[in-house]
């Protein structure tokens, strides 16, 4: 049952209204049709992207180190190699060349509106990128004023703000870490989220939570928040080989639905993620009622 997570301990005054949806969406092929490397450094560093990830892939296989690990040092070898520096001015530059899947600028301006008239202005929605890209390129894309709060990975600079070394390192299995973030409101990566929190003194229960992913990197994400009683969604590009992989997270129940990777108002994704926020608002406004 949806409901089992919240056992109401105590006075009612105690227990948190857990008013909030929080939608979480992975960025690269989610709501981008290519990753941010292939936009940003790899141009600028004059790198096929083809035998960039064949390299990334072939160390990775011989050495058994973790694949983000790889990326990101193998980056800062080929700056080397090319006498360029990286910096976090950089960066932030080079973001403005991302392109985003049809309607996702509109997105969220959207939903927002969706679930406040759905609910009568009396339930919040809060949107978040975890990624394994870089932090420093998504602190500056062009929809990063409808996102609460971005997690990712990046890199230590130096005294002239030259990236030097890999600081905090994203992976398909510690995005998990930063569901339980916004889940007990320890958003800030100083707090420690290892002490026991009562379900119902976590600002954002997992079954107020969507996620938006689009292949099996997210599936440790997609398990945890639906194992939890919240939901995911698959999104996909239209050749074969990304349809597979969403249709196999749905056979395996990964996820509540997929749909195309196209966010604009007309869409299957929008019409559907509609159905879902209705049911999501009336499973809080339920939870409301008997706090009240």
Excluded at 221 to 247: D, T, W
Aim: charged content about 30%; glycine content about 4%; proline content about 2%.
């Amino acid at each position: 049952m949806w409901f089992r997570n919240h056992k109401y301990t105590g006075s009612k005054r105690n227990v948190m209204k857990q008013d909030n949806i929080a939608i979480i969406y992975d960025f690269d092929g989610t709501l981008t049709p290519k990753t941010m490397q292939e936009y940003t450094l790899l141009p600028r560093l004059g790198i096929k992207s083809k035998n960039f990830w064949a390299d990334i892939v072939r160390e990775t296989e011989k050495t058994g180190a973790e694949t983000m690990m790889v990326y990101m040092r193998h980056l800062l070898d080929c700056a080397t190699e090319k006498k360029l520096s990286i910096s976090k001015s950089e960066f932030l530059k080079m973001s403005k060349d991302i392109e985003y899947y049809d309607g996702v600028t509109t997105w969220f301006n959207k939903i927002n509106k969706y679930v406040d008239k759905k609910s009568n202005s009396k339930i919040k929605i809060s949107h978040y990128i975890i990624s394994a890209g870089h932090l420093e390129i998504l602190e500056g894309i062009s929809i990063k004023r409808h996102i609460k709060k971005i997690f990712a990975s990046e890199y230590y600079y130096n005294k002239k703000d030259i990236a030097v070394f890999p600081k905090i390192v994203v992976t398909d299995t510690t995005k998990t870490q930063y569901l339980f973030r916004i889940n007990k409101g320890k958003e800030n990566l100083a707090d420690s989220i290892n002490e026991h929190m009562e379900e119902h003194k976590r600002p954002i229960p997992f079954d107020n939570m969507i996620y938006i992913g689009d292949g099996l990197t997210d599936v440790p994400s997609m398990a945890l928040i639906k194992k939890e009683g919240g939901h995911s969604i698959a999104v996909y590009q239209n050749n074969k080989a990304q349809i597979k992989i969403s249709e196999n997270l749905l056979k395996a129940n990964r996820v509540d639905f997929i749909a195309p990777a196209n966010f604009s108002e007309k869409s299957k994704l929008y019409e559907n993620m509609q159905y879902l926020l209705d049911y999501v608002i009336a499973k809080i406004k339920y939870r409301l009622k008997l706090q009240s």
